[in-house]
């Protein structure tokens, strides 16, 4: 086995521009991702349609440097600019006060999570070697996670408020719609809000369910396992009789 510098501290020293050219520079994703979720925390009273189309433009330029970061091919950029395209126009042209403006601004930011994790977990699943970016590129998706479950929750509270947390006026509210997804995910369980009807529910015990497992078994293997070289089948040879 390596040793284990090779794969946490292959990369100290690297200029930032450099970092960012590099394949595999899920550190500065990760970062670009927890700017996502900052700009989903700032206030939007009297903003709403501005701070909808910011957080569909962060959450685009993200998506990019995750194409270009995982070594994406040609025909996924072609189809990322149509997508991306598609998106911020929906966000630009749509009212985010009205109720389908709400679902197109979700709806938006849960097709752009989709696409992330798409090509994320694509060059995840070929690194023939877990390095520490191996690990960075699980939390990244662990986080995307997150945002993509925050979206779903966002097109529930556009089509039906009250089926989100009953008869209140937060289904709106993205903050509080991130704040919900991610203690869900981590399981964390507060009890200040709670999902009201049959749909939404059976939708937090999903999240709460791959939180989990992908937590105490995707994560904590990868991190177990840095330095490993992942087991190939060699097709050439011929499977062995059973006995």
Same mark, same amino acid.
């Given at each position: 086995? %390596?040793?284990?510098?090779?794969?946490?501290?292959?990369?100290?020293? &690297?200029?930032?521009?450099?970092?960012? &050219?590099?394949?595999?520079?899920?550190?500065?994703?990760?970062?670009?991702?927890?700017?996502?979720?900052?700009?989903?925390?700032?206030? *939007?009273?009297?903003?709403?349609? =501005?701070?909808?189309?910011?957080?569909?433009?962060?959450?685009?330029?993200t998506f990019?440097?995750?194409?270009?970061?995982?070594?994406?091919?040609? &025909?996924?950029?072609?189809?990322?600019?149509?997508?991306?395209?598609?998106?911020?126009? %929906?966000?630009?042209?749509?009212?985010?006060?009205?109720? *389908?403006?709400?679902?197109?601004?979700?709806?938006? %930011?849960?097709?752009?999570?989709?696409?992330?994790?798409?090509?994320?977990?694509?060059? @995840?699943?070929?690194?023939?070697?877990? *390095?520490?970016?191996?690990?960075?590129?699980?939390?990244?998706?662990?986080?995307?996670?997150?945002?993509?479950?925050?979206?779903?929750?966002?097109?529930?509270g556009a089509?039906?408020?009250?089926?989100? @947390?009953?008869?209140?006026?937060?289904?709106?509210?993205?903050?509080?719609?991130?704040?919900?997804?991610?203690?869900?995910?981590? *399981?964390?369980?507060?009890?200040?809000?709670?999902?009201?009807?049959? @749909?939404?529910?059976?939708?937090?015990?999903?999240?709460?369910?791959?939180?989990?497992?992908?937590?105490?078994?995707?994560?904590?293997? =990868?991190?177990?396992?840095?330095?490993?070289?992942?087991?190939?089948?060699?097709?050439?040879?011929?499977?062995?009789?059973?006995?």
């Amino acid at each position: 086995m %390596a040793e284990e510098g090779a794969f946490f501290g292959a990369r100290r020293g &690297w200029a930032l521009r450099k970092r960012f &050219w590099a394949l595999d520079s899920y550190g500065l994703l990760l970062l670009m991702i927890m700017l996502s979720l900052i700009v989903a925390a700032v206030p *939007t009273e009297g903003r709403e349609n =501005l701070m909808a189309v910011l957080r569909t433009v962060v959450l685009a330029g993200t998506f990019l440097f995750a194409l270009h970061t995982s070594g994406a091919n040609r &025909w996924m950029y072609y189809a990322s600019v149509v997508l991306i395209a598609t998106t911020v126009s %929906a966000s630009v042209i749509v009212d985010a006060n009205t109720k *389908t403006g709400a679902a197109v601004d979700a709806f938006a %930011a849960l097709m752009l999570v989709l696409a992330g994790l798409f090509v994320i977990g694509r060059r @995840f699943a070929a690194h023939p070697v877990i *390095t520490g970016q191996s690990v960075l590129a699980a939390i990244c998706i662990y986080l995307l996670l997150g945002l993509g479950y925050a979206a779903v929750y966002g097109v529930i509270g556009a089509l039906d408020p009250a089926g989100l @947390f009953g008869p209140t006026n937060l289904a709106q509210n993205n903050i509080v719609r991130v704040y919900y997804s991610f203690i869900t995910l981590c *399981t964390v369980g507060y009890g200040d809000f709670v999902p009201y009807a049959n @749909f939404t529910r059976m939708v937090a015990v999903t999240e709460a369910l791959v939180g989990q497992v992908y937590l105490v078994t995707i994560v904590a293997l =990868l991190v177990s396992q840095v330095g490993h070289e992942r087991p190939r089948r060699d097709r050439s040879k011929p499977a062995e009789p059973a006995e």
